[in-house]
């Protein structure tokens, strides 16, 4: 297996069910972020964010679902991706805290900045959110 082109690992004081539902859950993303998910969760199902205005913001489709553990889903950013990416979130549970390690896979070298910048802002936001139940005020 090729090795990430992007790993990301913040510590947060939330439980893994709710770190988990605030993966996978529409309503509760757009608290802390510019956009909600929507999927059915089963392997091979669609996995898409749309804008606040309804606007699709990217497309994937989901490879791996073993709640509240691993999500894995491919990734692709509509009119910036020329092709689909790779993430795979693993949560563990450590104590009165959750470790939350994203591993990002295929990255097109022209959108690794973009994507390294904008992993760290969407976590600083879901912790905040969840460690003090209001996200931080994200443009978008």
Known sequence: MNAPNFVYVTYIKTTP???????????FMLKYWHAK???????GAKVQTFSRNDRLDWNGKVLKYDPPKLLS??????????????????????GATVRLTLSHYGIEPRCRAGIAGGWPVFFSSLKTMLETGKGMKIPG
């Open 17 to 27: 069910q709710k770190l988990w539902r605030a993966l996978t859950r529409g309503n």
């Open 37 to 43: 998910i929507q999927s059915t969760w089963k392997r």
């Open 73 to 94: 889903y491919t990734f692709q950013i509509m009119g910036y991706q020329k092709r689909s990416s790779r993430v795979v979130f693993e949560i563990e549970k450590m």
